[in-house]
């Protein structure tokens, strides 16, 4: 007994149909959550990207600030160890008059 073809089709043809609508609803809904995420993902990146940068600069500012203050020490330290050479060439300078008196006056 062969049942009657033509409903049966139509009504074949119609839940495949509505099959395949929920199925397109549900890739569309799906593309819709993907494009969302990649718009936060999008926005994650962009803000961390900002952070480096901001990093690199407060980086290279500390640096910068680091590489003075070497200088100053250097300058300083430099200029401390010139007055003590100093010193030491009076010191032996005085030293070499007092031999000298010292030895006149024997």
């Known amino acids: 007994s062969s049942p009657m073809p033509d409903t049966n089709d139509a009504d074949e ?9 929920a199925t397109e609803d549900e890739c569309r809904q799906q593309l819709k959550l993907n494009e969302q995420e ?3 993902l999008t ?13 690199q600069a407060k980086h290279d500012e500390e640096l910068e600030a ?3 203050r070497m200088d100053d020490t250097r300058s300083s330290l430099q200029a401390k160890l010139d007055a003590a050479e100093e010193a030491i060439d009076k ?7 007092l031999e ?7």
């Open 91 to 97: 010191l032996e300078e005085e030293k070499k008059n």
């Open 100 to 106: 000298k008196s010292d030895a006149e006056a024997r």
């Open 13 to 21: 043809l119609k839940r495949h149909l509505q099959a395949s609508k």
């Open 43 to 55: 926005n994650q990146l962009e803000e961390a990207e900002e952070k480096i940068q901001n990093m």
């Open 38 to 40: 990649a718009e936060i």
């Open 66 to 68: 680091l590489r003075a």
